[in-house]
């Protein structure tokens, strides 16, 4: 398998791997964009775009994409009659570019994507899926004509993502680390990029508020592999939010500066 053959220092992840625990809850595409309620339309209106849309979504009442819009690319998403995602079209300037087919194994569960472009065709693959007793996916192995790109994953007890690994043709590149931390009222969400040396590359922080929005990131970067233990630049957010508790206006300040103030547009099923 792929993920014991890839993984970093296998016998502490082989038994995170087998480990029983609680299951990975499946989630829809509303539960992943941290929405609530029953969404039917969902619309988002930049301050600095002239007021026009700047990403627009259309849900299924099942709370699953119908179609995925961001500026000028537009994804149309296909269902068998179990609702299980078949295939995904992406246009750009309605154009198509890139098809993509989701297979599944007779559980239900994902276990191969294929993917198409029409013009970079050598972006073609093959994407397969691993995972643990948990259902977290462990591994995903992208297959190319020449290479093969393999992410693998390690997560808590909890079953929280902590540790992506890269690697191209067997060749460790780098990994990504998540650290969480509660506090009053919400999360810190610590992310770091590593070089395959595992010299800290950059780092995010996240302070997350009680609905889960991001009401604070900072990056802190690191020069000559020195830790800048200030952060580069600051971002903040500020909410309003409807009876669902999803927000209709947000507020974004770069470095104490307003750079911009989005608005949303929802309708919900009734």
């Keep these: 398998m792929y993920y014991s053959f890839y993984q970093k220092k296998t016998l502490d992840y082989f038994f995170q791997k087998i480990k029983v625990g609680k299951k990975n809850n499946k989630k829809n595409d509303i539960q992943r964009l941290n929405l609530k309620g029953k969404i039917k339309s969902y619309k988002v209106i930049s301050s600095k775009e002239n007021l026009n849309v700047i990403e627009e979504i259309i849900f299924d009442k099942k709370g699953n994409f119908i179609t995925y819009s961001k500026k000028d690319e537009c994804k149309i998403y296909n269902y068998k009659e179990d609702s299980k995602l078949s295939s995904c079209e992406t246009f750009i300037d309605d154009k198509l570019i890139l098809t993509e087919f989701f297979k599944y194994d007779q559980k239900g569960k994902l276990v191969s994507k294929k993917i198409f472009e029409e013009i970079n065709i050598q972006n073609n693959c093959t994407e397969y899926y691993e995972y643990d007793l948990r259902e977290n996916i462990t591994a995903i192995i992208k297959q190319y004509d020449l290479d093969d790109v393999v992410q693998t994953n390690k997560y808590n007890k909890s079953g929280s993502l902590t540790d992506s690994f890269y690697f191209t043709n067997k060749k460790y590149e780098g990994c990504i680390c998540v650290k969480i931390k509660n506090t009053f009222g919400g999360k810190i969400k610590s992310i770091t990029s590593l070089s395959s040396e595992n010299d800290t ?54 470095n104490g500066d307003l750079k911009e103030e989005l608005t949303t547009e929802i309708e919900y099923f009734k």
């Design 201 to 254: 590359l950059i780092r995010r922080e996240l302070t997350l508020n009680e609905k889960g929005d991001v009401i604070s990131e900072l990056f802190y970067n690191v020069f000559k592999y020195q830790f800048d233990y200030n952060p580069t630049s600051t971002f903040q957010f500020i909410y309003k939010y409807d009876k669902f508790e999803n927000w209709i206006t947000r507020s974004e300040y770069f």
